[in-house]
């Protein structure tokens, strides 16, 4: 445990975006002992030009226009940074000297603007986590000088909006950092080359809407389906699903029924597993609802396609799946080795087929109990001592 010290954040996610953030998780817990400032990233010239009506984006414009404070007190230990100017776009720039010059320019004026909001805060000695925001955070280090500095990987960063600068810049950023850490096994040691003080610290959940204890309703839409059904609740996207293995799974499996909830992207729109008398579509579905329909399902399912996106990234539905006692199959990869005993980890449709027969059958209150015991582990709380245990001031 580390208590009375003073944290500083340096946020990918802004504070005020409504999905699930790890930085803003983490912030929360390390603030119930220590204090915290947590710094939003700051909009570009070309961003602010936008007319999004996301609470994140208005929040940073109307801070911007004056038209509300820079710092703001979110609990006692905890206060939200917004920068009242905005910086230079660089993700556009040749990688190279010109990225570096501006980049480098971009963070001296945030961190120089932090600087003063320190010393409003009585922040005398800090430690720096910088929030997998390697252009932004770049140069913190090197300005704020915190006493001890911390860069969370939480995500491969291999998107398009990533792939001039990230290759070249992370390496330095870990290399330069007292401490990295991840949220999987995969992503931490992907980087551990660069540094051997790399460690994973797992990944923390609020699980408190995922209560096996609570009678959800049965959603309309699923009533009327036959059972079993096996389901999956999510974004429905090629990049990260299979939607030839589900085809392939559910075409053996005509008995079942398998019920996919959430958005679809145009491939799977177009995907012959809408030709499956068997395969149920609900569309996007607000997130207070999801639990019902997870509860609605005898067997929970994760069909994650392979690829450089998924491939170290901590699933979190496996443990929502997990906590409302259902059995769950999924596809096999190192970060799933951490649910070998709770889950069934399948390559293939063979071994999905065999593993949905199996789950079926095996299902028992006693194996309900195990699952649900296991996803509280994964708590921010859990993963904030982790990574205080690797602290090393």
């Known amino acids: 445990m580390i208590k ?5 954040f340096t946020g990918l996610q802004p504070w005020d975006i409504p999905i699930g953030s790890n930085a803003k998780d983490i912030a929360l817990e390390v603030s119930k002992h220590n ?13 602010y030009k936008n007319q999004s009506q996301s609470p994140e984006f208005i929040q940073r414009k109307n801070v911007i226009e004056g038209k509300s404070p820079e710092l703001r007190q979110i609990n006692s230990n905890l206060w939200i940074l917004d ?28 961190y120089s603007f932090v600087k003063k909001i320190l010393k409003q805060l009585h922040f005398n000695e800090y430690i720096l986590f910088m929030d997998n925001d390697i252009y932004r955070s770049f140069y913190a280090r090197e300005i704020l000088e915190p006493a001890y500095s911390i860069y969370y990987r939480r995500d491969n960063l291999i998107s398009a909006y990533w792939q001039k600068h990230a290759p070249r810049l992370e390496p330095l950023l870990c290399r330069k950092s007292d401490l990295v850490v991840a949220n999987s096994i995969q992503l931490a040691e992907a980087v551990l080359p660069y540094n051997p003080k790399t460690f994973d610290i797992g990944q923390g959940l609020d699980l408190s809407q995922y209560d096996y204890k609570t009678n ?23 990049r990260r699903l299979d939607a030839d293995l589900i ?15 959430g958005g679809e992207d145009e491939y799977f729109k177009a995907h012959k597993l809408h030709t499956l008398c068997n395969v149920f579509f609900t569309g996007e579905k607000p997130q207070s609802s999801i639990p019902a329909y997870v509860t609605s399902f005898d067997v929970c399912m994760n069909p994650q396609k392979i690829n450089k996106i998924t491939i170290g990234n901590y699933p979190r539905k496996i443990d929502e799946y997990l906590a409302l006692g259902k059995p769950v199959i999924a596809t096999r990869t190192k970060t799933m080795s951490i649910f070998e005993d709770y889950v069934w980890n399948c390559t293939n449709a063979d071994e999905y087929v065999a593993a949905i027969e199996e789950a079926l059958q095996a299902h028992s209150a006693e194996q309900s109990l195990r699952r649900i015991e296991f996803a509280h582990t994964h708590t921010w709380e859990n ?9 090393n001031l």
């Open 83 to 110: 920068f009242p100017f905005t910086i230079w776009p660089v993700n556009f720039l040749p990688d190279g000297p010109v990225f570096d010059w501006v980049n480098k320019r971009n963070n001296k004026r945030m």
């Open 216 to 238: 959800y309703p049965l959603p309309q839409d699923i009533s009327e389906i036959k059972r079993p059904i096996i389901g999956y609740v999510g974004w429905i996207t090629n």
């Open 4 to 8: 009375g010290k003073n944290f500083i």
């Open 247 to 261: 085809y392939q799974v559910a075409r053996r499996c005509p008995n079942l029924s398998f019920a996919m909830v």
């Open 383 to 391: 993963s904030v001592h982790k990574l205080y245990s690797h602290i």
């Open 35 to 47: 204090k915290v400032l947590y710094i939003n990233t700051p909009l570009d010239k070309k961003t």
